[in-house]
T-cell receptor
Framework: DAGITQSPRHKVTETGTPVTLRCHQTENHRYMYWYRQDPGHGLRLIHYSYGVKDTDKGEVSDGYSVSRSKTEDFLLTLESATSSQTSVYFC???????????FGPGTRLTVT | ELKVEQNPLFLSMQEGKNYTIYCNYSTTSDRLYWYRQDPGKSLESLFVLLSNGAVKQEGRLMASLDTKARLSTLHITAAVHDLSATYFCAVAVDSNYQLIWGAGTKLIIKP
Protein backbone atom coordinates (compact mmCIF):
# COMPACT_ATOMS: atom_id res chain seq x y z
CA ASP A 1 0.00 0.00 0.00
CA ALA A 2 1.63 3.23 -1.19
CA GLY A 3 -0.67 5.44 0.85
CA ILE A 4 -2.62 6.91 -2.06
CA THR A 5 -6.22 7.98 -1.74
CA GLN A 6 -8.54 9.53 -4.29
CA SER A 7 -11.69 11.52 -3.75
CA PRO A 8 -14.44 11.32 -4.61
CA ARG A 9 -14.57 7.65 -5.54
CA HIS A 10 -17.68 8.09 -7.64
CA LYS A 11 -19.20 11.18 -9.17
CA VAL A 12 -22.03 11.95 -11.56
CA THR A 13 -22.08 15.43 -13.01
CA GLU A 14 -23.75 17.32 -15.81
CA THR A 15 -22.18 18.48 -19.04
CA GLY A 16 -20.63 21.93 -18.71
CA THR A 17 -19.96 21.84 -14.98
CA PRO A 18 -16.45 22.02 -13.53
CA VAL A 19 -15.21 18.99 -11.62
CA THR A 20 -12.16 18.57 -9.40
CA LEU A 21 -10.69 15.23 -8.44
CA ARG A 22 -8.19 14.93 -5.61
CA CYS A 23 -5.25 12.62 -5.17
CA HIS A 24 -3.54 12.48 -1.80
CA GLN A 25 -0.36 10.63 -0.90
CA THR A 26 1.25 10.14 2.48
CA GLU A 27 4.79 9.15 1.51
CA ASN A 28 6.31 12.33 0.08
CA HIS A 29 6.85 11.04 -3.46
CA ARG A 30 8.06 13.59 -5.97
CA TYR A 31 6.32 12.29 -9.09
CA MET A 32 2.56 12.05 -9.37
CA TYR A 33 0.43 11.18 -12.40
CA TRP A 34 -3.16 11.38 -13.54
CA TYR A 35 -4.48 8.78 -16.01
CA ARG A 36 -7.79 7.95 -17.52
CA GLN A 37 -8.81 4.40 -18.32
CA ASP A 38 -11.29 3.59 -21.06
CA PRO A 39 -12.13 0.21 -22.57
CA GLY A 40 -9.73 -0.74 -25.34
CA HIS A 41 -7.27 2.07 -24.58
CA GLY A 42 -5.32 0.91 -21.59
CA LEU A 43 -4.26 3.86 -19.51
CA ARG A 44 -3.61 7.26 -21.03
CA LEU A 45 -1.63 9.95 -19.27
CA ILE A 46 -3.44 13.24 -18.74
CA HIS A 47 -0.94 15.29 -16.74
CA TYR A 48 1.91 14.62 -14.39
CA SER A 49 3.86 16.48 -11.74
CA TYR A 50 7.54 16.31 -10.87
CA GLY A 51 7.37 18.56 -7.84
CA VAL A 52 5.37 21.27 -6.13
CA LYS A 53 4.05 23.63 -8.81
CA ASP A 54 5.90 21.63 -11.49
CA THR A 55 3.51 19.97 -13.89
CA ASP A 56 3.44 18.94 -17.53
CA LYS A 57 0.98 17.63 -20.08
CA GLY A 58 0.47 14.05 -21.08
CA GLU A 59 -1.01 12.65 -24.27
CA VAL A 60 -4.67 13.51 -23.53
CA SER A 61 -4.48 16.81 -21.66
CA ASP A 62 -7.08 18.84 -23.60
CA GLY A 63 -9.95 19.86 -21.33
CA TYR A 64 -8.01 19.11 -18.15
CA SER A 65 -5.85 21.17 -15.83
CA VAL A 66 -3.89 20.24 -12.74
CA SER A 67 -2.41 21.85 -9.69
CA ARG A 68 0.06 20.80 -7.05
CA SER A 69 0.45 23.33 -4.28
CA LYS A 70 1.90 20.84 -1.80
CA THR A 71 3.74 17.56 -2.13
CA GLU A 72 0.92 15.37 -0.90
CA ASP A 73 -1.91 16.64 -3.08
CA PHE A 74 -2.38 16.57 -6.86
CA LEU A 75 -5.65 17.96 -8.17
CA LEU A 76 -7.20 17.27 -11.56
CA THR A 77 -9.82 19.73 -12.83
CA LEU A 78 -12.19 19.25 -15.72
CA GLU A 79 -12.89 22.83 -16.61
CA SER A 80 -16.19 22.14 -18.34
CA ALA A 81 -17.08 18.48 -18.25
CA THR A 82 -18.15 16.73 -21.45
CA SER A 83 -19.61 13.28 -22.00
CA SER A 84 -16.33 12.19 -23.61
CA GLN A 85 -14.69 12.65 -20.21
CA THR A 86 -16.81 9.90 -18.68
CA SER A 87 -14.11 7.50 -17.56
CA VAL A 88 -12.27 5.98 -14.65
CA TYR A 89 -9.49 8.24 -13.40
CA PHE A 90 -6.44 6.89 -11.65
CA CYS A 91 -3.79 8.74 -9.78
CA UNK A 92 -0.33 7.23 -9.39
CA UNK A 93 2.96 7.94 -7.70
CA UNK A 94 6.38 6.85 -8.84
CA UNK A 95 8.49 4.90 -6.42
CA UNK A 96 12.12 5.91 -6.01
CA UNK A 97 13.44 2.37 -6.32
CA UNK A 98 12.72 0.61 -9.58
CA UNK A 99 10.49 3.37 -10.85
CA UNK A 100 7.25 1.47 -10.60
CA UNK A 101 4.09 3.47 -10.42
CA UNK A 102 1.67 2.71 -7.62
CA PHE A 103 -1.95 3.51 -8.15
CA GLY A 104 -4.77 4.92 -6.12
CA PRO A 105 -8.17 3.19 -6.01
CA GLY A 106 -9.61 5.23 -8.88
CA THR A 107 -12.53 7.64 -9.38
CA ARG A 108 -15.43 6.68 -11.59
CA LEU A 109 -16.75 9.83 -13.25
CA THR A 110 -19.93 9.95 -15.26
CA VAL A 111 -20.84 13.06 -17.22
CA THR A 112 -24.50 13.16 -18.26
CA GLU B 1 4.99 8.02 -31.90
CA LEU B 2 5.67 5.30 -29.38
CA LYS B 3 3.22 2.43 -29.54
CA VAL B 4 2.86 -0.49 -27.21
CA GLU B 5 0.91 -3.42 -28.56
CA GLN B 6 -0.24 -6.39 -26.60
CA ASN B 7 -1.58 -9.59 -27.99
CA PRO B 8 -3.83 -11.27 -27.62
CA LEU B 9 -6.29 -8.74 -26.21
CA PHE B 10 -8.52 -11.49 -24.94
CA LEU B 11 -7.61 -15.00 -23.89
CA SER B 12 -9.84 -17.70 -22.52
CA MET B 13 -8.05 -20.82 -21.37
CA GLN B 14 -8.48 -23.88 -19.23
CA GLU B 15 -6.88 -24.40 -15.86
CA GLY B 16 -3.62 -26.30 -16.07
CA LYS B 17 -2.63 -24.98 -19.47
CA ASN B 18 0.34 -22.78 -20.37
CA TYR B 19 0.13 -19.61 -22.37
CA THR B 20 2.08 -16.47 -23.28
CA ILE B 21 1.07 -12.83 -23.58
CA TYR B 22 3.17 -10.67 -25.87
CA CYS B 23 4.07 -7.00 -25.54
CA ASN B 24 5.73 -5.25 -28.48
CA TYR B 25 6.90 -1.66 -28.38
CA SER B 26 8.10 0.65 -31.11
CA THR B 27 11.07 2.54 -29.67
CA THR B 28 14.00 2.00 -27.37
CA SER B 29 13.37 1.94 -23.65
CA ASP B 30 15.38 0.90 -20.64
CA ARG B 31 12.54 -0.46 -18.56
CA LEU B 32 9.28 -2.30 -18.97
CA TYR B 33 6.58 -3.00 -16.42
CA TRP B 34 3.82 -5.56 -16.07
CA TYR B 35 0.70 -4.89 -14.07
CA ARG B 36 -2.39 -6.80 -13.12
CA GLN B 37 -5.91 -5.40 -12.76
CA ASP B 38 -8.89 -7.25 -11.31
CA PRO B 39 -12.37 -6.16 -12.43
CA GLY B 40 -13.39 -2.87 -10.81
CA LYS B 41 -10.08 -2.60 -9.00
CA SER B 42 -6.88 -0.63 -9.25
CA LEU B 43 -3.64 -1.74 -10.88
CA GLU B 44 -1.05 -3.84 -9.10
CA SER B 45 2.60 -3.96 -10.07
CA LEU B 46 3.85 -7.43 -11.00
CA PHE B 47 7.29 -7.09 -12.57
CA VAL B 48 9.90 -4.52 -13.48
CA LEU B 49 12.29 -5.51 -16.28
CA LEU B 50 15.36 -3.34 -16.55
CA SER B 51 17.73 -4.86 -19.06
CA ASN B 52 18.02 -7.06 -22.08
CA GLY B 53 17.56 -10.67 -21.16
CA ALA B 54 15.95 -9.86 -17.81
CA VAL B 55 13.71 -12.59 -16.47
CA LYS B 56 11.51 -12.33 -13.41
CA GLN B 57 9.29 -15.01 -11.91
CA GLU B 58 6.60 -14.97 -9.30
CA GLY B 59 4.62 -18.13 -8.77
CA ARG B 60 3.07 -19.23 -12.05
CA LEU B 61 3.98 -16.01 -13.86
CA MET B 62 7.27 -15.36 -15.61
CA ALA B 63 8.18 -12.19 -17.48
CA SER B 64 11.08 -11.64 -19.85
CA LEU B 65 12.50 -8.80 -21.88
CA ASP B 66 14.30 -8.71 -25.23
CA THR B 67 15.26 -5.09 -25.83
CA LYS B 68 16.74 -5.81 -29.26
CA ALA B 69 13.46 -7.25 -30.48
CA ARG B 70 11.50 -4.70 -28.42
CA LEU B 71 9.47 -7.54 -27.03
CA SER B 72 8.42 -8.65 -23.59
CA THR B 73 6.52 -11.81 -22.75
CA LEU B 74 4.43 -12.81 -19.77
CA HIS B 75 4.24 -16.57 -19.52
CA ILE B 76 1.62 -18.35 -17.46
CA THR B 77 2.42 -21.85 -16.34
CA ALA B 78 -0.30 -24.33 -15.32
CA ALA B 79 -2.93 -21.60 -15.10
CA VAL B 80 -5.29 -21.43 -12.14
CA HIS B 81 -8.58 -19.57 -11.86
CA ASP B 82 -7.10 -16.95 -9.49
CA LEU B 83 -4.93 -15.64 -12.32
CA SER B 84 -8.00 -14.42 -14.18
CA ALA B 85 -7.48 -10.66 -14.60
CA THR B 86 -6.42 -8.07 -17.14
CA TYR B 87 -2.68 -7.78 -17.63
CA PHE B 88 -1.00 -4.63 -18.87
CA CYS B 89 2.50 -3.91 -20.03
CA ALA B 90 3.92 -0.38 -19.93
CA VAL B 91 7.12 1.09 -21.32
CA ALA B 92 9.06 4.00 -19.80
CA VAL B 93 9.77 6.68 -22.38
CA ASP B 94 11.59 9.63 -20.86
CA SER B 95 13.48 11.05 -17.92
CA ASN B 96 10.20 11.93 -16.21
CA TYR B 97 9.32 8.25 -16.21
CA GLN B 98 6.24 8.62 -18.32
CA LEU B 99 4.77 5.25 -19.16
CA ILE B 100 3.06 4.30 -22.39
CA TRP B 101 0.60 1.48 -21.85
CA GLY B 102 -0.59 -1.43 -23.87
CA ALA B 103 -4.33 -1.91 -24.22
CA GLY B 104 -4.33 -4.85 -21.84
CA THR B 105 -4.94 -8.58 -22.18
CA LYS B 106 -8.08 -9.87 -20.53
CA LEU B 107 -7.36 -13.36 -19.29
CA ILE B 108 -10.16 -15.71 -18.28
CA ILE B 109 -9.19 -19.06 -16.83
CA LYS B 110 -11.94 -21.62 -16.68
CA PRO B 111 -11.98 -24.39 -14.08
Amino acid sequence: DAGITQSPRHKVTETGTPVTLRCHQTENHRYMYWYRQDPGHGLRLIHYSYGVKDTDKGEVSDGYSVSRSKTEDFLLTLESATSSQTSVYFCAIRSTGLGEQYFGPGTRLTVT
Amino acid sequence: ELKVEQNPLFLSMQEGKNYTIYCNYSTTSDRLYWYRQDPGKSLESLFVLLSNGAVKQEGRLMASLDTKARLSTLHITAAVHDLSATYFCAVAVDSNYQLIWGAGTKLIIKP
